[in-house]
């Protein structure tokens, strides 16, 4: 069964003050590994798909950088309106289902 | 219309209930998918149509939890008998892929509160 496991839980930055996200994950066979963001009361915004070891996507100030073990969510000079939960998810093939991990809740304080 | 549509966006029912969730994806969208997020939690996968066809269940906690889309478009979560343990926000997702390879669209979620 395909596990995610996202840290911290929740994460407190200044403005401006750059950090990462972790997300280790254990599939059978990974066929897309996903970052999303959510804001309170809102359904997950997709930002980024990485398909295999070494692969880098870039979106504004968030960068995402994947292994075979894990994938990193870097932050760099966050501002308050980054302020939402990260969840990572990944699919593994087969079945539809893609399984989420718990995010990671941010806060960044202007 | 230009995203998914989740009706009603809260929702409140006395235990043993009949409640009906609504899912209007985006026009086209091949693929659908309900998923299940507790507080504090990720969302959890109930079951997935490629069009009208229900091709994975696997995640329907129970027989009391019941998803229909029968032209392929509007899809329904239907939970009999509701348990306290159902409170949860239920999110719809679509995609214009048939692969999970590509991320999906989600819906604002129906906040189910059972009392």
């Known amino acids: 069964e395909d596990q995610v496991t996202q840290s911290p839980e929740a994460l407190r930055l200044q403005e401006g003050e750059s950090s990462s996200l972790n997300c280790s994950y254990t599939?059978?066979?990974?066929?897309?590994l996903f970052w999303y963001r959510q804001d309170p009361g809102k359904g997950p915004e997709f930002l980024f798909t990485?398909?295999?070891a070494g692969e880098e996507k870039e979106k504004e100030r968030l960068k995402a950088t994947l292994t075979k073990k894990e994938s990193f969510l870097h932050i760099t000079a966050p501002k308050p309106e980054d302020s939402a939960t990260y969840l990572c998810?990944?699919?593994?093939?087969?079945?539809?289902?893609?399984?989420f991990g718990t995010g990671t809740k941010l806060q960044v304080i202007p | 219309g230009a995203g998914v549509s989740q009706s009603p966006r809260y929702k409140v029912a006395k235990r043993g209930q009949d409640v009906a969730l609504r899912c209007d994806p985006i026009?086209?969208?091949?693929?659908l998918f309900w998923y299940q997020q507790a507080l504090g939690q990720g969302p959890e996968f109930l079951t997935y149509?490629?069009?009208?066809?229900?091709?994975?269940k696997s995640g329907l906690p129970s027989d009391r939890f019941f998803a229909e889309r029968p032209e392929g478009s509007v899809s329904t979560l239907k939970i009999q008998r509701t348990q306290q343990e159902d409170s949860a926000v239920y999110l719809c997702?679509?995609?214009?892929?048939?692969?999970?390879?590509?991320?999906?669209?989600f819906g604002s979620g129906t906040r189910l509160t059972v009392v």
């Open positions: 990485l398909y295999s």
């Open positions: 599939v059978s066979g990974l066929r897309g």
């Open positions: 998810a990944v699919y593994s093939g087969g079945y539809q289902k893609v399984t």
């Open positions: 997702a679509s995609s214009t892929r048939q692969s999970s390879n590509y991320g999906y669209t």
């Open positions: 149509f490629q069009n009208e066809a229900q091709l994975d």
């Open positions: 026009s086209g969208h091949v693929s």
